[in-house]
């Protein structure tokens, strides 16, 4: 067990009928860390984090969270306590307002009869302040667009209340300045509340910016695993991605900046 992980992931390989698409892959998510998967399209990324969030059953390898103990072992409502996941995709329930799906959430949190949860307000009301969901709290989720969607989605996660988020390409759908927020808010959720967040994104440049630590998957392994100066490096992403790409660091703020080269960059940096 790694010493302070919340959730674990442990030799893990995972299947869709009989077809390996994961093999032996590791990681670890620490209180008040964010950790991005990184990797090309099916390498992989969103079976590990459905396998974390115990959606996907591992063929071997196993999920284990603070204290040691099997994922397996909770409650589906002890571990919705614990641990929620933002999907790529959900279906939409019709004619259901945005205030009663962010109030999803609480879900793990209530009794039988939707009783007992005092936090629940309070919570439901941070949501939606830091998505930016309020104005639309009325609506139906069916009337939404992608983006707007996408907030209320992450809403209902985070009003979950969670030690552990995992995020699926949050950012999809989502304009520049709301990519900007989501990412602002991972990285104070992390900071302030010592959430462990376990992320996936597709832009290199906002992994370098938000990251703690980068899982680099390629074809369902670990290629690497590190801090983002140890992974984004031109030699792994070019290998994984198969395509050239330059790192350029800043050297007032240390900040990474990856640039994939394609058969016209060269034109359009001298351009610009
Ligand atoms: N429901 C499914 N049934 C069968 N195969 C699947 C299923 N979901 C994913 N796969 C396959 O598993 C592999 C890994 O898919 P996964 O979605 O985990 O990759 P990913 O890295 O998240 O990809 P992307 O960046 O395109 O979202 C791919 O080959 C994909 O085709």
Known sequence: MADDACLLGVDLSLSYHQRPVVHDA????????VAVLIG???SGKSTLLR???????PGSGEVLLADGASALALSAKDFARRVTLLAQSRPTPAGVSVRD????????????????????ARAI?????VTGTQQMADRPVDELSGGELQRVWLATCLAQDTGVLLLDEPTTFLDLRYQV????????LADE????????LHDLNQAAAVADHVVLLDRGRVAASGKPAEVLTAQHL?????????????????????QPIGRHTHTLVTTL
């Open 40 to 42: 090309p399209n099916g």
């Open 125 to 129: 009301q941070w949501a939606m302040a």
């Open 26 to 33: 590791s990681i670890a998510l620490r209180s008040g860390e």
């Open 193 to 200: 509340h010592r959430v462990a967040v376990g992320v996936v």
């Open 238 to 258: 070019s290998q994984t991605y198969d395509i050239r790409i330059d790192i350029l660091t800043d050297p007032d703020t240390g900040r990474i900046h990856c």
């Open 181 to 188: 927020e989501i990412l602002d808010l991972i990285r104070d």
């Open 51 to 57: 396998a974390l969030a115990r959606l996907h059953r």
């Open 101 to 120: 799906v962010i109030g999803y959430g609480r879900h793990p949190h209530r009794g039988r009869w939707r009783t007992g949860d005092p936090d629940g």
